[in-house]
């Protein structure tokens, strides 16, 4: 029944209108219509935007001007353009005012004006203006009077409730949105934070990290640097050509790096060789990998391929992935320093075995003569060997040796001068002998690897003693009356000079005479003040001993442990005394 009379009227307002005149009460009529179609409009099931464009062309209608615009306030700030008619292309989205009115104005802001709008109306709710309504001119460049101002004010009353609204529901349906995306990325870092934890291989989490990253963001290219002596050196790289991704960042960019807050969009970045570096390999997205208090790599990402802008919530996601490729990686390579230790362990294992299967199991017993020997490593492995041959007749050869370097290349050094000794010895002279060692090693070993060793050959009855010195320390003479000789006649060190020849030297121990052969373990020992034991105090040690060449040998090692206090021993020490009863 309602629609014929609101025909009617809008019939009988069009007619005054032809005839030039304008009747209030029709007019009233026709303003309360349209706030009702309005009212109407804005609580109908239409979308958001359609109910913004209907409500617009019925303000627009009832006022009978060409050009309009709804803006409605934007979170971010400002105002956003959400329904127009008639603006001139290039219209901005977004505006700003620096005063918002808070009643129709006329003629309209500066950035209204620009757009042919000559009036704007507030849509206020709770003091607050959610909206902001343009219109252009009237026909004819009639003003707008009150009657019009007043019907755009209920106008503007009546749409407030529903406008806000909508930016409640936008708002909620922003909140929704980002929710969803970051119960996404929370599900998707628990599972990659599953494989990376299982994994302990670096290689499989370097690529499990570039393809998760690339995947998520959907960009075509990633690369992963981590923190090396001169910069920042590519790890793992993906989408990129060779010429584009650069195989190191310097230390420059790796200082640049270390201060970045966290992750960076690369054209965000001050000016410089980081910045540089990334926009040549096209990359949109820079991620510090933070391990302790220093940055220990960078994860970069190339620009989207829809070109859309990294957000807060990607870089959220691109923190997360970061701490958890940091921690992985981090497991792996305490996993591989275990691995090396345990490797290490096993090697050191070994050579314990063989230097102890090396050392004389007993002291032997020979006619007239008492000997004492002792060897004690300044760590778990030592370079120092000392051995007793039987020899044919009674014979015995005494053997001391200093081997270069430590661990097991050392232990396994002292098996090849070990065995070819056990081997050979007696069954020529001294020097020879010792020639044809020489030779072997020269032959077997390294360059760099070389042995200090002391030969002899007693002959018990006579106690007559025949030797050959490979550049080992001159062994100690001291005789019964005090008197102090060093038996030095020998050659060079053995395993560096081939064609080295050696001579060998003669001595004979009276009775009550002893014989020392130590290591530099024992002259070079340092006090807490880095002075040597030296030769001197190893003489006075043994010219104070008048007892057996056990208790010389002990005091000896006593005196030594004295000198080197609470630091204990730097090198490994080894005695080998003889006294002639």
């Known amino acids: 029944m ?41 609580n109908s099931t239409l979308s958001g935007r359609e109910i913004l464009d209907a409500a617009l062309l019925i303000v627009m209608g009832e006022l009978q001007v060409s050009r309009g615009a709804l803006y409605v306030r934007d979170p971010a700030g400002g105002f956003r353009l959400r329904s127009a008619r008639g603006l001139p292309p290039g219209a901005p989205d977004v505006i700003e005012l620096d005063e918002i009115p808070d009643r129709p104005k006329e003629p309209a802001p500066p950035v209204f004006g620009e757009l042919g709008l000559v009036l704007v109306c507030p849509v206020r709710k709770a003091d607050r203006t959610i909206a902001l309504i343009g219109l252009g001119p009237r026909p004819e460049g009639s003003t707008f009077g009150p009657q019009e101002t007043g019907f755009l004010q209920s106008l503007a009353a009546c749409a407030a409730t529903p406008i806000e609204n909508g930016l409640m529901y936008d708002e ?29 291989d670096e290689e499989a989490i370097k690529r499990l990290v570039i393809t998760t990253v690339m995947g998520h963001f959907l960009a075509s290219r990633a690369a992963l640097y981590l923190l090396g002596e001169g910069g920042l050196d590519l790890a793992h790289v993906r989408g990129l050509r060779p010429d584009e991704s650069p195989i190191r960042l310097p230390a420059e960019a790796a200082a640049e790096a270390e201060a970045l807050p966290g992750p960076s969009r690369v054209g965000d970045l001050d000016s410089g060789p980081l910045r540089d570096a990334l926009t ?11 391990g302790g208090a220093r940055v220990s790599g960078l994860l970069t990402v190339g620009e989207r391929a829809s070109g859309a802008p990294f957000g807060d919530e990607d870089f959220d996601y691109a923190l997360a992935l970061a701490r958890q490729a940091q921690a992985a990686l981090e497991g792996a390579r305490l996993h591989r320093v275990a691995l090396e230790k345990e490797r290490q362990d096993r090697e050191l294992q070994i050579a314990q075995e063989i230097q102890r299967s090396l050392f004389p199991r007993s002291t032997p017993t020979v006619e007239g003569l008492e000997v004492a020997a002792v060897s004690r ?9 000392y051995d007793f041959i039987p020899l044919d ?51 077997s070993t390294q360059d760099n690897k070389y042995v200090t060793l002391f030969y ?19 062994p100690y003479l001291v005789r019964a009356g ?24 003669k001595v004979v121990l009276g009775e009550g005479d002893l014989l020392a052969t130590v290591t530099d373990g024992v002259t070079e020992a340092l006090s807490p003040d880095d002075e040597e034991f030296g030769d001197a105090r190893a003489c ?3 010219c104070a001993s008048d007892d057996n060449a056990s208790s010389a040998l002990r005091q000896l090692v006593e005196a030594v442990e004295a000198w080197t206090g609470r630091p204990g021993f730097g090198d490994d020490l080894t005695a080998l005394i003889v006294r002639a009863r």
């Open 540 to 542: 006075a040690s043994l």
């Open 172 to 200: 909620l349906h922003r909140v929704n949105k980002t929710l969803s995306v970051k119960v996404f990325q929370l599900h998707n870092l628990f599972d990659i934070g599953g494989e990376l934890t299982s994994s302990l």
């Open 280 to 290: 040549r390999g096209r990359f949109g997205l820079a991620v510090p990998l933070t």
């Open 482 to 505: 005090g008197e102090l000789d060093r038996l030095r006649t020998g050659g060079p060190v053995l395993g560096l000079l081939e064609d080295a020849v050696f001579e060998e030297g």
């Open 456 to 474: 002899a050959e007693i002959e018990p009855g006579s106690r007559r003693l025949s030797y050959v010195n490979a550049g080992h320390i001159p």
């Open 2 to 42: 309602s629609t014929p009379v609101v025909f009617q009227y809008q019939q009988a307002l069009d007619e005054f209108r032809r005839e030039g005149r304008e009747p209030p009460l029709l007019k009233r009529m026709s303003e309360l219509i349209s706030l009702l179609d309005l009212t109407a409009t804005l």
């Open 393 to 443: 007749g009674g014979r015995l050869a005494l053997v001391i040796a200093d081997v270069s370097g430590k661990g097991t290349p050392a232990s396994i050094l002292m098996a090849s001068v070990h065995a070819s000794l056990r081997a050979t010895a007696g069954t020529t002279p001294p020097a020879v002998l010792l020639e044809r060692v020489n030779r072997f090693l020269c032959a």
């Open 377 to 385: 490593p300044c760590h778990q492995v030592g370079g120092d060997y």
